[in-house]
């Protein structure tokens, strides 16, 4: 109890504190820049992220563009009359509005706040315009916003107005056709040279005239307005959006017209659906989740679409949308930890580096301290009030910095720095100053000088075995369940425990790596020494000693060889990406061009082809039909995967010609022989093997029975594919409607883009630039080119650190060997041959050891889900970029030796001979 008593809280000497801070100002201010250069990156990536994470959200939705609409559909009230008839609602326009209203009221309050205002639309059906050369059709449409509809010009005629003026009327099933007015776009009128007053020769489907009627012709106010988009045909006639050379035109109902529409076509005809945009700029990380289950949930609520009242029944791919951009954010965002783990291991093996030399600067100062009566709690507690100011104020001034360039910045990442930088020189210097006082006397029993040795070695293999234990369970843990959290649905974006152990598996990869290279040097280096005492060479013996004798500094080659395997990682990791985006790109594509024809023309597609293929430039055109969501059975299974029936030996040339992988087993569908038909099948699960027997219904016939012969390259980047031969399934009895044509060769971009039909044409050079800019990819290259910068920068830092620490030790010994008639040159050979052997370690080993983990770590890393490509890539290893981190850190190395002579030439040799000096 006494003792307790006699304990007082340390007391700093401030005077000691500021000396011995303007006396190392230098590695003071060389530590605090390090730690504020770590602090801005480490600071500023997380936000960055976070606000790229916001982008990417956007940036998805954008690019589905219609399929993330939130649809409302609903059937009409029947119209039957008292009489048999069919009864004229003349307030069918409310009742747009009101579905209108009813479709906004069930979405809720956050996801209604995440779309645009709804904009209602209402579509007659396909009619045949009967007059002229080419073939067109004709389509009437009413839009409905909460404002009404879009603000058009009328500039001849009116908007249309009711064919009759009384509101209630019953007209018989089969009477003549009911007239309705429509107006037209200035295009329109003068493509079919028409005006007010005239009727369009319009028919349906079963060959019935139909009594269209102009009333107006109207200019668009704003063609801007998001609700022209919904049906283009009003502004301009739009060739091919029903077949080839068939050409599009479309009339706009008014409120009052709107009643006379229904009674023109029959029943069930008039369809009508509400739109819900999403408002892109409103999405953020953080609502995605919440969004994409309230969607699910206003789907799973929605009736059924045999229903026909006026339930709603509701359609959207927004929540798949939400949810394919949450799994891609996840994915970077454990990519870029992965990266910053690896800058943050380095800093702290620098930071401890700089510590080492600091210390062995003060160790006099700090034993003289201690032998004038200095305790220890109190030099401690003076170190540690130094190095927090330094390294506090250093991570505050790189966080201030991280705050100009981000929307914010995250400090959980420089707590790691921070302790560093606070713990390493006090620990140290508190070590130093404890082994200058104490009186230990070494043993003079051999017995106990061995137990001694035998005790640092099993306290040296314990660290070591620690080490590795946890580098193999990060590594296993990473292979085994990637970085992926397990819980994806509920994911905040942050880190969490789980993800730790995974995320560190490179860089724990690497210490592993670095302490047998630490384990081997030694080795070397001794038997080196005892080479070049067998030789006649007084200056090899003297490189060889020296090496040997520091050749067991743990700091150096640890900093060294860390810092250039994981810049090789990070080089390693951005070419990889930039090479998987290239390849993602050929495979969304799947050619250099596609073109995605409607089903309406879908019969055209051969000529087309043939059209395409004849264009100058073209190499190669292969046309297939594409079915997503097919229907297949497997042992009475339904899965629903992507149905490719195609040419299986022009497909396998389409293949075989462009960086597409190759698949051989397309020479097993076209192979002659009775029974199922032959099909390569993938499956994401990999439930569908060779030998599965398949079945894929049609209407009005049998199934077709399939066999499973091998498995399917990805078609899209699709996981679940079925690909049979056309003429295979021909024979079968199922003909193909091909509706995807792709085109390889120089000219192919042009050649699709002048095909004269409105198809979507998908261009290789158009996607895989958007995905070279897209917020994720770009942002996440960025971050690796920055990483292996900064990661070599503290390489060549740890380089100079390491030889100013031994530079004292080093040139005494030298000059020393000089007065025994070593020449300066000789010196220089001999400092040389003192530095070069760690550095030549880790410019050999460490761009090998950055490979070799690449090799095991990347497939877990999920590139796949920024590349688009269906399988993880392949490392891909930038040899050059490799050579010129080794070259850099050489060059280095040579450079440090004319400058330590020069340095160390004003060096009195009276002082080096002195005792102690």
């Keep these: 109890m006494k003792r307790w008593l006699a304990r007082r809280w340390p007391t700093p000497h401030w005077p000691s504190i500021r000396g011995r801070g303007r006396t190392d100002a230098g590695p003071l201010l060389l530590t605090a820049a390090v730690i504020a250069a770590v602090a801005l990156l480490a600071g500023a990536v997380p936000a960055l992220l976070r606000a790229a994470a916001d982008d990417a959200v956007q940036d998805e939705v954008r690019r589905s563009g219609h399929d993330s609409n939130v649809l409302a559909h609903a059937d009409w009230e029947r119209d039957d009359g008292p009489t048999g008839g069919r009864v004229r609602t003349a307030r069918l326009a409310e009742d747009v509005d009101d579905f209108r209203a009813r479709a906004t009221d069930a979405l809720g309050p956050d ?3 995440a779309l645009l205002p709804p904009i209602a639309v209402v579509n007659g059906p396909i009619l045949s315009i009967t007059e002229g050369d080419v073939p067109r059709t004709f389509q009437f449409t009413y839009l409905a916003g909460d404002a009404g509809g879009p603000d058009v010009t009328w500039v001849a005629g009116s908007a249309p107005g009711s064919a009759v003026p009384d509101e209630y009327l019953e007209t018989p099933y089969d009477g003549p056709p009911w007239p309705v007015q429509v107006g037209l776009c200035e295009a329109d009128a003068a493509a079919l040279h028409l ?3 005239d009727r369009i020769p319009v028919r349906d489907g079963r060959g019935r005239d139909r009594d269209v009627r102009i009333s107006g012709i109207y200019r668009p106010a704003d063609s801007g307005d998001p609700a022209w988009l919904l049906a283009p045909a009003l502004l301009r006639p739009v060739p091919g959006a029903d077949g080839v050379g068939v050409t599009r035109f479309a009339g706009l109902l008014s409120r009052e017209s709107l009643p006379d529409a229904r009674l023109a076509v029959d029943e069930g005809q008039l369809r009508r659906t509400v739109h819900f945009a999403p408002e892109a700029d409103a999405l953020t990380w953080d609502t995605t989740a919440t969004l994409a289950s309230q969607v ?5 609520a929605s009736a059924s679409s045999g229903a026909r009242d006026e339930s709603l029944k509701w359609e959207s791919q927004l929540d798949t949308t939400l949810r394919t951009a949450r799994t891609r954010i996840s994915a970077v965002s454990a990519q870029a930890a992965v990266l910053l783990t690896g800058v943050l291991t380095a800093t702290v093996l620098v930071l401890l580096l700089a510590a080492d030399l600091l210390v062995r600067r003060r160790t006099p100062a700090l034993s003289a301290a201690r032998q004038r009566g200095a305790a220890l709690p109190d030099l401690g507690a003076e170190l540690i009030a130094e190095s927090t100011v330094v390294s506090v104020s250093a991570a505050a001034v790189g966080l201030a ?5 981000a929307p914010g910045v995250s400090w959980s990442w420089v707590v790691p720095v921070i302790l560093a930088g606070v713990v390493a020189g006090p620990a140290f210097g508190t070590l130093a100053a404890a082994r200058a006082s104490r009186d230990r006397r070494q043993p003079a029993n051999p017995a106990a000088r061995r137990w001694t040795r035998a005790t640092g070695q099993l306290r040296r293999a314990a660290v070591e075995a620690a080490v590795l234990v946890a580098a193999v369970a990060a590594l296993v843990t990473l292979r085994q369940r990637g970085l992926l959290p397990t819980a994806s649905g509920g994911d905040t974006g942050e880190l969490t425990s789980e993800q730790i152990l995974p995320i560190s598996a490179p860089a724990l990869g690497v210490l592993v790596g670095a302490l047998v290279l630490l384990r081997l040097l030694p080795l070397g280096a001794r038997f080196a020494l005892r080479q070049a005492l067998r030789s006649r060479r007084p200056l090899a013996v003297f490189g060889a000693a020296r090496a040997a004798t520091t050749a067991g500094r743990a700091l150096p080659l640890l900093v060294l060889v ?9 080089l390693i990791l951005g070419a990889t990406v930039t090479r998987g985006l290239a390849d993602g790109a050929w495979s969304a594509v799947g050619a250099d061009a596609r073109l995605d024809v409607g089903a309406d023309a879908g019969a055209a597609t051969p000529a087309l082809a043939e059209r395409i293929a004849a264009a100058p430039g073209v190499e190669q055109v292969v046309v297939a039909q594409v079915t997503d969501s097919a229907r297949v059975f497997t042992d009475s299974t339904l899965s629903t995967p992507r149905l490719v029936i195609v040419d299986a030996a022009a497909f396998g040339r389409l293949l075989a010609t462009t960086p ?10 076209t192979a002659p022989g009775p029974g199922d038909v032959p099909a390569l099948v993938r499956s994401s699960d990999g439930d569908v093997r060779q030998g599965t027997r398949l079945q894929l219904p049609r209407d009005g016939g049998p199934a077709i029975h399939l066999v499973a012969v091998g498995a399917a390259p990805s078609v899209g980047g699709a996981g679940d594919v079925v690909i049979v031969d056309a003429a295979a399934l021909a024979d079968a009895g199922l003909p ?4 995807t044509v792709w085109v390889t060769g120089p000219g192919a971009a042009r050649a699709v883009s002048n095909s004269g ?8 050079p158009d996607v895989l630039r958007a995905q070279r800019v897209a917020p994720l990819s770009a942002g996440l290259l960025r971050l690796a080119w920055t990483a292996a910068a900064v990661l070599l920068a503290l390489g060549l830092l740890g380089l100079a650190l390491a030889a100013a620490a031994g530079a004292s030790e080093r040139w005494q010994t030298l000059t020393r060997l000089r007065t025994l008639g070593l020449r300066p040159r000789d010196a220089r050979w001999v400092a040389a041959g003192e530095l070069l052997p760690p550095v030549v370690v880790a410019a050999v080993c460490g761009p090998l050891l950055g490979a070799l983990l690449a090799r095991l770590t990347l497939g877990p890393l999920d590139l796949r889900l920024l590349t688009g490509q269906a399988a993880d890539p392949g490392a891909v290893l930038p040899w050059w970029l490799l050579g010129l981190v080794s070259v850099a850190l050489l060059a280095a190395a040579v450079t440090v030796v004319p400058v330590e002579s020069a340095l160390r030439r004003r060096d009195r040799l009276s002082e080096v001979l002195r005792a102690g000096g």
Excluded: W
């Design 401 to 405: 910095l991280a705050r100009t360039v």
């Design 296 to 300: 699910v949930k206003l789907k799973a």
């Design 562 to 570: 860390s810092t250039t395997a994981l810049a090789s990682f990070a």
């Design 111 to 113: 996801l209604d706040a």
């Design 660 to 669: 597409l992988p190759d698949a051989p087993a397309l020479a097993r569908l």
């Design 757 to 764: 039909v409105a198809a979507d044409v998908v261009l290789r």
């Design 195 to 197: 005006g007010p007053g």
């Design 736 to 739: 193909a409607v091909p509706n």
